[in-house]
């Protein structure tokens, strides 16, 4: 079965967050940027559950973690 491939406002959907394109800005604004030390998963504006999700995407090579690593490059442009 084909999928449909993953967006960057998929992963704000999953992250439980806003994912229209005025909040996704919003956010990049708020949270720009990271400290290169910080790992991604490890930034204070994470949950806990939102932590887990984005450490086990990357450690499992998983769908999201080409969006995950998108993600961790914009935050810290």
Known sequence: METLPLLFKDLF??????ND?????????ANSP?????PLAN???WTSSQAS???EQILADADWSE???QLNTALRA
């Open 13 to 18: 959907a999953q992250l439980g967050l806003p």
């Open 21 to 29: 394109d005025n909040s996704i800005r919003q956010f990049m604004e």
């Open 34 to 38: 990271l400290d290169p030390s910080t």
């Open 67 to 69: 969006l995950v690593d």
């Open 43 to 45: 930034a204070a504006f």
């Open 53 to 55: 999700f984005l450490k």
